[in-house]
């Protein structure tokens, strides 16, 4: 865990009270709602269907048990008793009233939470693998990064106002699990041959209208050189991208318009001219912030404990801990993914209740930590093994120990039609409904991993486009319909899917998505095959006659 210092908590607090004036002038007519919107925007206040949406940040995926406690207090004081974990590592408030928002705030402040920049044309919350600090193998741990660039970004007076909203992710190992090539930024933490630790970095990902996968526009940037290179790559995006037009705004489109070749010559040179200068990050600065992480004072753990052998014997358990257990870099712990999915459940939601009860679980199996994870699941990052078939029955009981972590049931959702007035469609109910037809662990186990995305609007906040599947709300005379892709993904190998076909009513949907995944398990080559790799060798086409032929 990071340690905020007296500035962070200076600037917070004032936040608050900035806030909480903004609100006074708009409920007393002082300030009219377009004048209103660009304040409650950088606040993390979105005006949506029925109410205000409230987004919280919670940066680079880290929570503390006291953090979870209080956004669970917040859900149950001042909205309907639950929270929406996003794909961005935030969570959401769908029904908080505008006046209770800056008490909201406050009470959030009180243990270092804030929702600035969490919406607003500004770089917005910094993202991170969810197994930061604890993955095997990782170059180091990409928190220590992700707080630098928090700082450098949060409240830049440059960066607060850019021709559109701005992502930066950022992961230390080989495999990703921040979907870092769909970001306005993605940054992997290397090594070069002297062993110097320092970034590739990849610009111009993102998804929405028009869709791109980031490229690499440098191997190689020093860990020193990191902020002076992103600063280099803002002001090019910041002069050159379109204010003109919303849907070209976004740096994806100066990179593709551009060329990756005419960008990175245009960010190289903007580099020379503030290289080896103030925003050169030197050891002892580095330092400073690694110093502020605070990591749990590991025991010396049997591999294989007792308490676990004697678990072995129950098939539920197992289940379980084949599913959602990792390895972790110390021997005698592992890394624990809580789905946020069970069968018939919207994806990504959590109770008050269920909050409160993991921050408890938190203190007592994981050092007080937990994790906000890509997928809208979240992550008890430091159980001793020893204690994994005490959690596994507690995770039991609140149920957050369904086994579907990566498969086909684990879906990804944006809230859709029920609550965005930007949707054109539902994706809860979808969701919940392929939920119920995939329950069957058995079947479960069979498809393998098969990961779903749905979006209800073309803004992708669902990532429908590297969804394995990906489902795509349309409106259609009124009606909703539904686009479906195959064959994306989001990880080291990221790709856009492809469309199938015609779009398909609503009704129709889970019946769909039913013949891609029979198609799949009569064509695959092998048990072990993976739908991404089927669809990759075989094409689009033996799953679009499966879909529309008798349709």
């Not at 490229?215 to 050189?225: L, M, P, Q």
């Not at 479906?484 to 015609?502: K, N, Q, S």
Request: charged share 25%.
């Amino acid at each position: 865990m990071y340690a905020y210092d007296d500035i962070d908590r200076a600037i917070v607090h004032e936040r608050v009270e900035e806030f909480r004036d903004q609100v006074s002038r708009r409920l007393s007519g002082e300030l009219t709602e377009d004048e209103f919107k660009p304040l409650r925007l950088m606040n993390g206040v979105y005006l949506q269907l029925h109410a205000y949406m409230f987004r919280v940040a919670i940066p680079y995926g880290t929570l503390s048990s006291a953090q979870l406690r209080k956004l669970a207090h917040v859900a149950r004081t001042y909205d309907r008793g639950y929270g929406h974990f996003t794909t961005r590592q935030n969570i959401q408030f769908n029904w908080i009233a505008l006046k209770d928002l800056p008490d909201a705030l406050a009470d959030l402040a009180e243990v270092g939470i804030h929702a600035m920049q969490t919406s607003g044309n500004c770089t917005r919350n910094v993202t991170a693998d969810q197994w930061a600090g604890v993955a095997p193998g990782e170059v180091e741990d990409p928190r220590v990064w992700a707080e630098i660039l928090r700082q450098h970004t949060a409240l830049h007076p440059e960066f607060s106002f850019l021709p559109r909203k701005f992502k930066f992710a950022i992961t230390a190992s080989d495999h990703d699990r921040a979907a870092i090539k769909i970001h306005d930024i993605g940054l992997k933490l290397v090594r070069n041959d002297a062993g110097e630790t320092g970034f590739e970095v990849l610009v111009g990902g993102g998804l929405g209208r028009s869709p791109f996968i980031g490229r690499t526009i440098k191997s190689f940037v020093a860990g020193r050189d990191i902020l002076s290179y992103i600063e280099a790559i803002l002001r090019v995006y910041n002069q050159y991208g379109r204010r003109d037009n919303i849907y070209k705004a976004r740096i994806k489109i100066l990179v593709h318009e551009l060329g990756i070749e005419k960008f990175a010559a245009e960010v190289e040179q903007a580099w020379r001219e503030i290289a080896d200068g103030p925003l050169t990050l030197d050891d002892e600065m580095i330092e400073d912030i690694r110093s502020r992480f605070i990591y749990p004072a590991y025991e010396k753990l049997p591999v294989e404990p007792d308490e676990l052998r004697a678990a072995a014997g129950d098939p539920r358990f197992e289940a379980w801990r084949n599913n959602s257990v990792a390895p972790h870099r110390q021997d005698g712990y592992a890394i624990v993914t809580l789905s946020l999915k069970p069968a018939g459940g919207p994806p990504g939601d959590a109770t008050a209740a269920q909050m409160d009860a993991v921050a408890d679980l938190a203190d007592k199996y994981s050092f007080g930590e937990i994790r906000v994870g890509h997928e809208q699941n979240l992550v008890l990052p430091h159980v001793a093994k020893r204690d994994l078939p005490a959690l596994w029955a507690a995770l039991d009981k609140l149920g957050l120990a369904t086994p579907n972590v990566g498969l086909v049931s684990d879906i990804i959702a944006c809230p859709g039609l029920d609550y965005c007035s930007l949707a054109n469609a539902r994706s809860i109910p979808i969701a919940q409904e392929l939920s119920r037809r995939f329950a069957s662990p058995e079947t479960a186990a069979l498809i393998g991993r098969l990961h779903i995305n749905i979006s209800g609007c073309i803004n992708a906040c669902g990532h429908h486009h590297v969804g394995h599947i990906g489902i795509l709300g349309v409106e259609k005379n009124g009606e909703e319909f539904y686009q479906i892709t195959i064959g994306g993904r989001a990880d080291e190998g990221a790709e856009l899917g492809v469309l199938i076909g015609p779009a398909v009513p609503y009704g129709e949907v889970a019946d769909v998505i039913e013949d891609i995944v029979e198609a799949y398990l009569s064509l695959r080559q092998r048990p072990d095959e993976l739908f991404v790799d089927a669809v990759k060798r075989l094409g689009l086409e033996p799953f679009k006659e499966r879909v529309y032929a008798t349709r």
